[in-house]
């Protein structure tokens, strides 16, 4: 508190109540007149009036014009304006789905090699950084000579997944993304909602990344040629 | 033929056709227009997925899978509730409602052996027993002087339900709840009741029935709008209304119930039990709709609709029964009847939705601001409106 709250006086920019006394031996202590709500606010009748109005307004305008979603659903070029539509926000999920952001964190898949193996070397950074343990790897030996292992079994629990992507970050070839865009799936049965390694790379496309350490810095390539690492 | 008049004329039919045809499907389709009018009024779709096959129709259907899943749950009693009492007080609030429609002219006079001709008003006003008349369905369960006292003496009754509800539930907020629920529909009955009596003071009347069929004044016919009680009991309109939606335990005064408090009186029930009392909550829409349109907008009269057809301006010759000047379209007597049972359901219908809107719209009142509107306004008003009625019908009309 500073001290020109102690003197303030009520000015045109802040009007404050009313003072009808001072007291003298107080001068903070003052009266001041008190504006009680009169029988037409406590009988609430224009209140309640003007409320009627703006759900009734409401509830007319959703009832009787079209949707606004079909406007912008329909075919490029159609009319933008919606002011003449109705204001309803639902999303009838399964049919409609809203498009979720660029970096949504969603179901997990496997990238694949040019030869359509799996990318991933089954090097245990993903399972040791997952808060969640529910990143199970299985390591065996490469039939590729060039490459050490590769993963025999790769299961991610859905279920156990708290969806915070520190697989994608540890991962050091590109291997584990979560850029599908879809959520886990709803199961029956807790075995349904483990991700397997095939069902993770039939989601998965090839990368265009580097595989780590090898070749030129690839940031210095076309970034849009799909090669592989293989051919470096 | 005249057996069957007199089963057509008989109380119990009447019942059973008030109750499936009107009551019943009104108060089973509100439980969906509720949710889904809420959410129009709140940018939201609502519910309209149910279906049967391909048949949707925008989610009507719900209060069907509603119905279904409340039958077949689990009928729960919780251990230490007064078994007696549990079972009776869904009973208790459910019954009252239905017979409280006993008293709501629900249509026209229908004389079946007029349908295909238009009727002279002239001579049913002359002769109404005569034998022309004698054969006549009255679509009225029971036409008695004190229809509407008869109302607030069943549906005091009600209240027994969600009170004998909280007592036998054994639990602290159902007992709160009932009591509630008592204190609030003692404090508005009042009102209630007092509310009416200006529309008792312009009519002469309390059966409903004459209400309707003469309206606040003989001077104009009780078809006109301007002869129904909304323009003679305008203060007297809003106060019924505001007390009746009371009387229903809905929001803004459902402190009864008070979700985020205390639950209600039923918070111990579930299932079909709990449905019942649902189901007379909104049966209770239904029929506070049902005695509003009949007492203050004319029932089951269609503007301008005369027994005869309609006619706008001009009047009876008596001595020639001819409509002298203004518009006429004579109907038969079937088209006539039709257009006015469709006007009584467009009216309830319209009230419901109002009360809908009302319930949707104004949130809950906190208890003393729901004694301080009851008791030191609602009442007060209604005693004003008393006097002034009576001063205006003194001075004005000279009786």
Known sequence: MSATHDDHEPTEHAPGPVVLAVSKRHPRARTIQVVRPGMADTSFLAATAKGLGITLKHFARNLFLPMRKAAARSKAGAPTDVSWRNEIETVQYPEEKVTYPERFRGLHRLMLRDDGAVRCVACMCCPTVCPAHCITIIPEESDNPGIEKRPAVFEIDELRCVVCGLCVEACPCDAIRMDTGDHARPVEDRANAIETKATMMERGIRSIARQGGEGPNWRAHDHGSPSGDDEH | MDILIAILDSAAVKWLFVVLVLVMPLASLLTWAERRQSAMMQDRLGPNRANIGPIKLKGILHFVADALKMIFKEDFIPANVHKGLFALAPILALAPVLIAFAIIPFGPTIYPHHLRTAIDPFELAQNPGSAAFADA??????????????????????NYGGTIAGWASYNKWALLGGLRSSSQMMSYEVAMGLALMGAFLVTGSLEPGAIVAHGATASMSAANPFNWLWLWQPVGFVLFFTAAIAETKRAPFDIPEGEPEIIGYFVEYSGIRWGMFFLAEFIEIVFISSVIATVFFGGW???????DGFRIG?????????????????????????LQFMAFGAKVVLLCVVQLLIRWTLPRFRADQLMNLGWKLLLPLSLANIMVTALIKLIFMGS
């Open chain 2, 301 to 307: 009269q269609v503007p301008f609709l005369d027994v």
């Open chain 2, 137 to 158: 369905i009255r679509m009225q369960m029971f036409s008695i002087d004190f229809g509407l006292i008869y109302y607030f003496a069943v549906l005091t009754l009600a």
């Open chain 2, 314 to 338: 001009g009047f009876i010759d008596p001595a020639t029964h001819v409509s002298v000047g203004g518009w006429v379209a004579p109907l038969p007597h079937w088209l006539v009847a039709l």
